[in-house]
């Protein structure tokens, strides 16, 4: 199993009035670095196009525990927390890692995949699931157990 990290630095953009990393920048980080992870894995955005299917988030919490400011060096991980066994439905965890290796924030999204021409959701295809399969789980991972439609 792979473990997933990021190194990244905090530039002025993406401060705040109280000379700290705004809020929303937490989101764009992670959102960047689950994007980096699954083009190397092979599922860029000419793939998602190709299969008509997107990732969407129902939830994205971020939960902030130590200040980032200008020029700070932070390591990002990804972890999936939950999924179901076809990964149809997904939850991943961040950590925002300071050099002194306190966690500064972590962030948890919970989502799933649209099909972008029925605009409903949907299964992924193998390759998709293959990505998937790759990534490392939390010590708490949980098989979400859905129940069959009657």
């Given at each position: 199993?792979?473990?997933?990290?990021?190194?990244?630095?905090?530039?002025?953009?993406?401060?705040?009035?109280?000379?700290?990393?705004?809020?929303?920048?937490?989101?764009?980080?992670?959102?960047?670095?689950?994007?980096?992870?699954?083009?190397?894995?092979?599922?860029?955005?000419?793939?998602?196009?190709?299969?008509?299917?997107?990732?969407?988030?129902?939830?994205?919490?971020?939960?902030?525990?130590?200040?980032?400011?200008?020029?700070?060096?932070?390591?990002?991980?990804?972890?999936?927390?939950?999924?179901?066994?076809?990964?149809?439905?997904?939850?991943?965890?961040?950590?925002?890692?300071?050099?002194?290796?306190?966690?500064?924030?972590?962030?948890?999204i919970d989502g799933a995949?649209?099909?972008?021409?029925?605009?409903?959701?949907?299964?992924?295809?193998?390759?998709?699931?293959?990505?998937?399969?790759?990534?490392?789980?939390?010590?708490?991972?949980?098989?979400?157990?859905?129940?069959?439609?009657?």
């Open positions: 199993m792979q473990h997933f990290t990021r190194s990244m630095q905090v530039r002025w953009s993406d401060m705040d009035a109280n000379r700290h990393l705004r809020h929303s920048v937490y989101y764009d980080y992670g959102a960047a670095m689950r994007m980096m992870v699954l083009s190397e894995g092979g599922l860029n955005l000419r793939k998602l196009e190709e299969f008509e299917v997107g990732p969407i988030l129902f939830r994205e919490e971020a939960i902030f525990k130590r200040e980032l400011r200008l020029d700070d060096k932070i390591t990002l991980d990804v972890v999936m927390v939950k999924s179901t066994e076809d990964f149809a439905r997904w939850s991943l965890r961040h950590h925002f890692i300071k050099e002194d290796g306190a966690i500064a924030a972590v962030v948890n995949w649209m099909d972008l021409v029925k605009r409903k959701l949907t299964v992924p295809n193998q390759f998709i699931q293959s990505i998937f399969s790759m990534f490392p789980k939390s010590e708490d991972y949980e098989l979400i157990v859905t129940k069959e439609k009657k």
